[in-house]
């Protein structure tokens, strides 16, 4: 596997949206303008309710990929990516403070672009690929 996983941008199509607005920038809206504009691909809300889960998060096909959750970014992944990350130290089982892992799910704490980007590129393409709900 490549070390960016950033999906082309796959031209215009429903769910499109601009960067966030300046204010809001951080190290998750940096993240999230890299989305920005790809087809079925949705933003966080400018004045979304931040601290509700999934509030403020990135969505293909109106399904979470990445979110931002107490500082941490927190992606869907396939099963075994995410034990893989957690083995590694890399990430940490995701609990939604709900005490009990949510499977598919890894809170990655370091505050690090390229990983964020990385990690998020490779939830962006396994989310995409799910079958439809």
């Known amino acids: 596997m490549p070390d960016r996983v950033l999906?082309?941008?796959?031209?215009?199509?429903?769910?499109g949206q601009a960067?966030?607005?300046?204010?809001?920038?951080?190290g998750f809206s940096r993240l999230a303008a890299?989305?920005?504009?790809?087809?079925?691909?949705?933003?966080?809300a400018p004045?979304?309710?931040?601290?509700?889960?999934?509030?403020?998060s990135l969505r293909v096909?109106?399904?979470i990929f990445a979110v931002e959750s107490h500082g941490q970014m927190v992606v869907k992944l396939p099963e075994a990516r995410v034990r893989e990350l957690i083995f590694q130290?890399?990430?940490?089982?995701?609990?939604?403070?709900?005490g009990v892992p949510?499977?598919?799910?890894?809170?990655?704490?370091?505050?690090?672009?390229d990983l964020w980007e990385k990690l998020a590129g490779e939830?962006?393409?396994?989310?995409?690929?799910l079958p439809p709900r």
Do not use: C, N, Q, Y
Request: aromatic share 8%; hydrophobic share 30%; no cysteine.
């Open 61 to 63: 096909r109106g399904r």
């Open 123 to 129: 939830a962006f393409i396994h989310v995409k690929s």
């Open 89 to 98: 130290g890399t990430g940490l089982p995701f609990t939604a403070g709900r």
């Open 47 to 56: 004045g979304s309710r931040r601290g509700r889960f999934g509030a403020d």
């Open 7 to 15: 999906p082309e941008d796959d031209g215009p199509g429903h769910g």
């Open 19 to 26: 960067a966030p607005p300046p204010d809001r920038v951080d």
């Open 102 to 113: 949510m499977r598919g799910w890894v809170a990655v704490p370091t505050r690090d672009p």
């Open 34 to 44: 890299r989305f920005a504009g790809r087809a079925e691909t949705d933003l966080p």
